[in-house]
């Protein structure tokens, strides 16, 4: 069974160009949950998608947001991007209902610069 | 929302000793109560949950605690071993969704 994939792996971004990052969750969870972490804040939820639907939003600026497609794949886009926005992006999938594992995949580490 | 306070921050043990993580949530709504391990550059991976309804739960080595009432969950790992060397995380889910709501993180350090 194919794990949780993100893609890409690494990034470089100037500071006010946006990005988009992409998730594939395990066959058959489809709730996608998205989150930031940083040295200094540690591991913050940014928002969940279940069918499609932003089911969680966590406390972020609208620049971020995301979408889930039919497949369950996701992607989250930050716009207008700052240099305090430099983190890993993990995204975890889960089977349709609370109260089981989060899949994390391996991350997108994005750099702002 | 939910709060999640983890201590400590850092714990360097031997090898062979017993090492205690402690978490605290503010949401008594909370029903769920992952704990994760992430190694230097790998992703967080699940290495024991419990839920609300379970005091206590065990798993070789590793063992949680839950007590609803103080609203404080507990990691315990007993023969430590250079392997379980790595950042350790708490969380708290507490509604219909996946949302979890992360510990700041404690670095476990087993000296060999």
């Known amino acids: 069974k194919a794990g949780v994939t993100q893609t890409p792996r690494y990034l470089i971004k100037t500071r006010g160009q946006q990005v988009t990052l992409s998730c594939s969750p395990i066959s058959g969870h489809r709730s996608v949950s998205w989150y930031q972490q940083t040295p200094g804040q540690g591991l913050q939820f940014l928002f969940e998608y279940f069918s499609e639907t932003q089911r969680n939003k966590g406390n972020f600026p609208g620049r971020f947001s995301g979408r889930q497609f039919s497949n369950s794949r996701s992607e989250m886009n930050v716009s207008t991007l700052e240099l305090g926005d430099s983190a890993l992006y993990l995204c975890a999938s889960s089977l349709a209902t609370g109260g089981t594992e989060a899949f994390f995949g391996q991350g997108t580490r994005l750099t702002v610069v | 929302g939910e709060n999640v306070e983890q201590h400590p921050s850092t714990l360097s043990v031997q090898e062979g000793d017993s090492a205690v993580i402690k978490c605290t949530y503010s949401d008594s709504a909370s029903n769920y109560f992952p704990w994760y391990k992430q190694e230097l550059g790998k992703r967080p991976q699940l290495i024991i949950d419990?839920?609300?309804?379970?005091g206590e739960k065990k798993d070789q080595r590793i063992a949680v605690t839950l007590n609803k009432t103080a609203k404080h969950f507990s990691l315990h790992i007993t023969e430590t071993q250079p392997e379980d060397s790595a950042v350790y995380f708490c969380?708290?889910?507490?509604?219909?969704?996946?949302?979890?709501?992360f510990g700041g993180g404690t670095r476990l350090m087993v000296k060999p």
């Open positions: 969380a708290a889910q507490y509604n219909a969704g996946n949302m979890l709501t």
């Open positions: 419990i839920r609300s309804n379970v």
